[in-house]
């Protein structure tokens, strides 16, 4: 069936790095654009970037821009996190998502991953 | 890129109806049709219940709906059941190409 399965999250302290995974099945994974989305613990939603399907076009939110960098494997059918200079802030479970339809909406979301910056 | 506006919490009784703003600007909610709205189970991941403001993918009931004017979307919940309580965020595309959620609405079923 299809589904997306994050993994690589995990303790770091502030200042590390960490590179987030996410295994995709069960569809044409070069079809779709993806995205990672978070959520700080007892907080919202927080869109965080999306990447094309393969011209590999990017777009990140500001919180995160010039310290993250997404990217995809479509022959493993995988999308990645590189998170760099890691921030308490930057503590959440880590939703990879697929992007459905033009403009955005996500209808395949994996089960997240947490990530917690702290000394 | 602000968050849109959604109340922090709604409530009603089974069978009653409920509404959801998200309210926006003309850089995004305004500026196209491209609203989704996800419900959100105690930790658990999103599910898509609306996109392109009012349209349903296979499986959700007919029980929401979703709607917009102007630079607000809503959503509405028909007919409360019980299983409904969980939290509900809006997203929309925005003319800078990227995404924006909402704070999120918690829906209590009384």
């Known amino acids: 069936q299809v589904q997306l399965v994050e993994s690589g999250g995990g303790l770091v302290k502030p200042g590390g790095s960490l590179r987030l995974s996410c295994a995709a099945s069960g569809f044409t994974f070069s079809d779709y654009y993806m995205t990672w989305i978070r959520q700080s613990p007892g907080k919202g939603l927080e869109w965080v970037s999306y990447i094309s399907k393969t011209d590999n076009t990017m777009h990140y939110a500001d919180s995160v821009k010039g310290r993250f960098t997404i990217s995809r494997d479509n022959a493993k059918n995988s999308l990645y996190l590189q998170m760099n200079s890691l921030r308490a802030e930057d503590t959440a479970v880590y939703y990879c998502a697929r992007v459905w339809r033009s403009g955005g909406c996500m209808d395949v979301w994996g089960q997240g991953t947490t990530v917690t910056v702290s000394s | 890129q602000s968050a849109l506006t959604q109340p922090a919490s709604v409530s009603g009784s089974p069978g009653q109806s409920i509404t959801i703003s998200c309210t926006g600007t003309?850089?995004?909610?305004?500026?196209?049709?491209?609203v989704s709205w996800y419900q959100q189970h105690p930790g658990k991941a999103p599910k898509l219940m609306i996109y392109?403001?009012?349209k349903r993918p296979s499986g959700v009931s007919n029980r929401f709906s979703g709607s917009k004017s102007g630079n607000t979307a809503s959503l509405t919940i028909s007919g409360l059941q019980a299983e409904d309580e969980a939290d509900y965020y809006c997203s929309s595309y925005t003319t800078s190409s990227t995404l924006v959620f909402g704070g999120g609405t918690k829906l209590t079923v009384l």
């Open positions: 392109d403001v009012s």
């Open positions: 003309s850089s995004d909610v305004g500026g196209y049709n491209y």
